[in-house]
């Protein structure tokens, strides 16, 4: 089984994270298996990114409770 690293560009700060990952668990989560089952070996926030497409420190952000809407 082999390694692949994958880059997504958050969407939030538009930095581009990098994501290794199993080429194999890559393909079982393609087909729908859940980010939790197929990759227990990355952290929270490099699940967040596969999932959300936003890095742990923007995804922290959001939920830091800042209210700055007007
Ligand atoms: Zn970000």
Redesign the pocket.
């Known amino acids: 089984m082999r390694d692949t690293q994958l880059t997504v560009n ?1 969407f ?2 538009k ?1 581009d994270q990098a994501v290794k990952v199993n080429e194999k668990d890559l393909e079982n989560y393609n087909n729908g298996a859940h980010a939790q089952h197929v990759f227990p070996y990355l952290s929270a926030d490099e699940r967040e990114l596969l999932i959300s497409g ?2 742990g ?2 995804f922290d952000k959001m939920f830091e409770g800042d209210e700055d809407e007007s």
Do not use: A, G, L, M
């Open positions: 958050c939030s700060c930095q936003i890095c420190c923007c």
